[in-house]
């Protein structure tokens, strides 16, 4: 009897021991993540602009991409602050309706002041590197019909810091944070084009609406468009159906023509309306508004500006964008400039939209400053010319174009700044520059090299 329990107790001890090392091998291997700057997000969807769903047109042009409380929109609010060893904790609660149970429900965070996880109900469902540019995750299978527990731990000690040298002095936060819903096949994504001909009173604009579906199974949707002019004239219409197949997207897109004398520019930031709504199976499932400025913007081996074709000065204000006020812009318009610039940092998409309807342009900055690295290129030296960090540059170049690519007001990037120069930043430009064709790309400290427009 006595061996039977020793030989019991054994076992215990040693499960028990299998146990303990599975939980510190998870530890470590967490540990490991977070040090390496391969490890850049988790369950995070692909950046796109900023898109508000509604259940009515009504909502939709009434409120357009703001975070308002909806049938399909439910802001998170009431935030708990805790402090924990390694991380500064946002607790807070949302509620997930009955109507939501056949719908996707997406978590979208604007902006923190630094890496974050993302729990819900206590598991972890989402991570960024990059805090400083809107992050949306799915929360679909995570979340529970009625109310849900949300907890946003902002990371204390994370190797983005050794890319954020802009940030040392920053209190921990969190920005605007809503959960939506969207239907299983929907539009993802609206991006634009305008081609100026200086010979013709007219412009041409080309408009595409990215359709995707996380179902298993194809999936038929019909999206219809409505394109208005500022004063209310519609300008074309139509409607494209769609068939897409397991968990893949397509893009439909439309032409338009506008007077040339209605594109956008500071001294008349006339904006269009883009009404779309998705229909499944006869039933209107969800409707969009956007408010879009079409201009073209160009730059020239001199550093010119030309908007819409005409030669531009720019004249800066300097603004924190965290607290900058349309009356400051309105102000800042008045007293003559035409321009703001931001500090380096985080930028939330309201204040995008205060200079697209203002008329004011922006040189967008990626978040990247490595000056506490140094200037050197060798093993151990900057970021910027270290292979191993390459996929943390790129994901802050791509999410940064992605979420402000549809900003009348943004004429041109800074790719980044004291952060000496290498292979890092040699792929950023390449990459910036194979997704903005017109748009310059800028970094100052580049040196005279190839990398800076």
């Known amino acids: 009897m006595t061996d039977k329990y020793s030989n019991y107790n054994q076992t215990m001890k040693r499960f028990f021991l299998i146990i303990s090392l599975l939980t510190l091998s998870c530890a470590a291997i967490n540990a490991q993540e977070y040090d390496s700057p391969e490890y850049i997000s988790l369950g995070r969807e692909k950046a796109r602009t900023k898109v508000v769903p509604y259940p009515t047109a009504e909502e939709a042009q009434n409120l357009g991409a703001g975070m308002v409380a909806s049938k399909f929109v439910r802001p998170v609010k009431e935030w708990t602050r805790t402090e924990e060893e390694d991380a500064v904790v946002f607790t807070s609660k949302y509620v997930i309706p009955f109507v939501w149970l056949s719908r996707m429900a997406i978590l979208y965070v604007d902006e923190a002041s630094g890496a974050y996880e993302v729990l819900i109900n206590g598991k972890k469902v989402g991570y960024s590197a990059n805090a400083f540019a809107p992050a949306e995750f799915n929360v679909t299978k995570a979340s529970k019909e009625d109310v849900n527990t949300i907890s946003i731990r902002v990371l204390k ?113 006339v904006r269009y309306r883009l009404n779309i709504r998705t229909q499944v199976e006869g039933r209107n ?88 690295s140094g200037l050197s290129r060798q093993i151990g030296g900057n970021p910027s010319n270290d292979p191993k960090w390459k996929a943390a540059y790129l994901d802050r170049v791509e999410t940064s174009y992605r979420t402000t690519r549809g900003q009348a007001c943004v004429i041109g990037y800074i790719m980044a700044e004291e952060s000496s120069n290498g292979i890092n930043l040699y792929e950023s430009y390449l990459r910036l520059k194979e997704m903005e064709e017109k748009r310059p790309v800028i970094y100052i400290d580049a040196a005279g090299e190839w990398n800076s427009d």
């Open 157 to 269: 000690e994370h190797f983005s810091r050794k890319m954020e040298c802009f940030n040392e002095k920053t209190e921990a936060h969190i920005g605007e944070v809503f959960v939506m819903s969207q239907p299983m096949i929907r539009v993802r994504d609206v991006v634009h084009k305008t081609f100026v001909d200086m010979k013709s009173e007219y412009a041409n604009v080309e408009l595409g609406m990215i359709v995707k579906t996380e179902s298993l199974n194809p999936k038929k949707a019909r999206i219809h468009y409505e394109l208005v002019a500022p004063d209310t004239t519609v300008v074309t219409y139509g409607h494209r159906d769609v068939t897409l197949g397991m968990r893949s997207e397509d893009t439909v897109k439309f032409t338009a023509q506008i007077p040339y004398a209605l594109t956008w520019c500071a001294e008349m930031p």
């Open 285 to 372: 499932v969800e409707y969009q508004s956007h408010m879009i400025g079409f201009r073209t913007v160009e730059a020239n081996d001199e550093g010119d500006f030309f908007i819409n074709g005409i030669k531009t000065e720019l004249f800066y204000r300097d603004f924190d964008p965290l607290k900058v006020t349309d009356k400051d812009i309105i102000a800042a318009r008045v007293l003559k400039y035409n321009a703001l610039r931001f500090k380096m940092g985080a930028v939330p998409q309201n204040v995008y939209r205060m200079c697209d309807s203002l008329g004011m342009y922006v040189i967008a900055q990626i978040p990247i400053n490595t000056k506490s």
